[in-house]
């Protein structure tokens, strides 16, 4: 009789099972990325999963391992683009020293995480609806971790005397809702301004009218806005 293998050891029980779950992460990530592509060009309801295995590589049932149906990896995709902006903002504020010159660069950068990924932020306030209520309630949670570093920004100019206290629940949305507009309208914007017009005027509009004389003094003069 041929004797029954050896069990594993529990080390390399612990190694095979990591390895199994980073195979399984970069599936449903390459997946993911395939369905930004696919979305991006044909809507969500005008794309198959069909076309979502055709933009990342794998086979359709090799996308029934990692998801449920179209619906799922939709919400995994827009969990993905949140979750990299919850990630990348933190990282692109690092080493920038000032209450203003932390939010300037806070509201530059998500701008540009934006222009990044206008395909899929216009289709989130699209097609977000067809989602689980809990579903919903998970994508909220990773938005808010962007909005806490905007919070936290203007807190910080707010507490430094630099700006005029103002509600932050408002502010903190009128900040938000100027970065996701370069993708909601930006067929309104793009035959004048460029992208970098477009964050100068944010500038103009949200911060420089917040600013105390000390903020004014501090800040200097706002950048002039060149149309295209």
């Known amino acids: 009789m041929t004797a029954a293998p050896a069990p594993l050891i529990p080390v390399a029980a612990e190694r095979l099972e990591a390895r199994h779950r980073d195979v399984a992460s970069e599936r449903r990530a390459q997946i993911v990325q395939g369905a930004v592509q696919a979305f991006a060009e044909k809507g969500y309801f005008g794309t198959t999963i069909e076309d979502i295995a055709a933009r990342a590589g794998v086979s359709k049932g090799l996308i029934y391992v990692y998801f449920e149906d179209k619906q799922d990896v939709l919400f995994l995709t827009l969990h993905y683009v949140l979750d990299t902006y919850a990630r990348e903002l933190p990282a692109l504020l690092e080493g920038v020293e000032g209450p203003l010159e932390r939010l300037e660069k806070a509201l530059s950068s998500y701008c540009r995480l934006i222009d990044r990924n206008r395909a899929i932020t216009d289709l989130a306030y699209q097609v977000t609806t067809v989602l689980p209520a809990k579903q919903r309630a998970q994508l909220k949670a990773t938005e808010f971790k962007v909005n806490r570093i905007l919070q936290s920004c203007l807190e910080a100019c707010f507490y430094g005397g630099l700006m005029r206290p ?56 706002v950048p002039t806005i060149t149309k295209g």
């Not at 793009?190 to 103009?204: F, H, N, P, Q, T």
């Not at 911060?207 to 003094?217: D, K, N, V």
């Open 166 to 221: 103002a509600n932050l629940d408002f502010l903190v949305y009128q900040y938000v809702m100027f970065c996701h507009s370069w993708a909601l309208k930006r067929w309104a914007f793009e035959d004048k301004y460029s992208l970098e017009d477009y964050i100068a005027e944010g500038v103009r509009l949200l911060i420089e009218p917040h600013l105390t004389s000390a903020g004014r003094e501090h800040w200097g003069p």
